[in-house]
């Protein structure tokens, strides 16, 4: 990914820093189970849509349930485009489930409500599996004008039928997590204010209860690069993303204890790094030939979207 001249590249600042970004125990396995979605967001770094065909297929599916049991994760983590429309995707929740602690499944919210996805919710609901939910902002133009019309009205419908069975609500143990991110070339405000006024907005306003809130910062990839280039804020935003380098963040990056697995079975470091075709450690692996989970002390493959990880509080 290109740097403007005058930013030196991620890999330059960790090594003036005198870092290495190395793998520590792997106990995450985020599956992409596909770039196809019902929506076009404005900061989609994986330039997800409905006209995408990159799909995981059921032998692929077949094969990362079957390193699932070779290899115990902690947390399994199903992502996409959106996971509602794979059409594995049921198989894959009632095989995966009892292979980890937590199963997690991400969701726009509005895939979850076409009227066709209430087995999927059953099973969701049935296997305890906790739904991380991209909610950008209260302000319903704001959303709108990022990831399309009258999502946001749809979105609220979605979280009071979650809410009504159980999703958010104390001691269901059915967690509800909302993930903001900002509507443009700029980074996210504190976490903490911003989910205080979440959920109390969220509860005077529209009766919405919600577990946990995350913040993170728009990776310079996909649809968001190419706005960013368009709207020319791309240089000014690599800029504030290097000039908020911390070298904190480094310890508790995602990249250290996860294993990303595309729609075709391949693995790599991140959703990030798959999005710029960049496999795990720099080399080609596909799922059917891991036997175990990739080695403590191998070295991360980096690349200059990794400032986003970096900046600030980090991404982690
Ligand atoms: S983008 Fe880079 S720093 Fe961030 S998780 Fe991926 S590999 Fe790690």
Redesign the pocket.
């Known amino acids: 990914m290109p740097i403007p001249s005058t930013l030196e590249p ?1 890999f330059q600042c960790l090594l003036k820093n005198d870092i290495k ?1 190395y793998r520590k125990k792997a106990t995450i396995l985020q599956i992409n189970v596909g770039f196809l979605c019902n929506q076009v967001c404005r900061h989609c770094h994986l330039n997800a849509g409905p006209n995408r065909t990159e799909v995981m297929n059921y032998e692929t599916a077949e094969a990362v349930i079957a390193y699932a049991k070779r290899c115990y994760f902690e947390v399994i983590d199903i992502t996409g485009g959106a996971p509602e429309m794979n059409p594995n995707i049921n198989m894959l929740i009632e095989k995966l489930a009892p292979l980890t602690s937590k199963l997690i499944f991400r969701s726009n919210l509005t895939a979850l409500n076409d009227g066709k996805k209430d087995e999927l919710i059953h099973l969701l609901k049935y296997h305890h599996t906790a739904i991380v939910a991209s909610f950008p902002s209260l302000n319903d133009s704001q959303t709108d004008s990022q990831r399309g019309h009258n999502v946001f009205q749809k979105s609220i419908e979605t979280l009071r039928k979650l809410n009504e069975i159980g999703y958010g609500q104390a001691n269901t143990g059915l967690e509800l997590s909302l993930v903001s991110n900002p509507s443009g070339a700029f980074l996210p405000p504190s976490q903490e204010k911003t989910g205080k006024r979440f959920h109390d907005l969220l509860k005077q306003k529209q009766g919405i209860v919600f577990n946990d809130f995350f913040s993170f910062a728009n ?1 310079p990839l996909g649809r968001f690069r190419n706005w960013l280039i368009e709207s020319e804020n791309y240089e000014d935003y690599m800029r504030t993303l290097a000039s908020s380098f911390n070298p904190e963040a ?1 310890q508790g ?4 204890t ?1 294993v ?1 697995i595309s729609w075709d079975g391949y693995l ?6 798959q999005a710029e075709n ?1 496999y795990i450690g720099g080399r080609k692996v596909h799922v059917s030939e891991m036997q175990g989970c990739p080695e403590e002390g191998t070295a ?4 200059n ?2 400032y ?3 900046a600030g509080s980090g ?1 982690t």
């Open positions: 991620f970004i990776v480094v990056l995602m990249c250290r996860l990303s790599y470091d991140c959703d990030f790094n960049i991360i493959a980096v690349g979207h990794c986003t990880c970096t991404f």
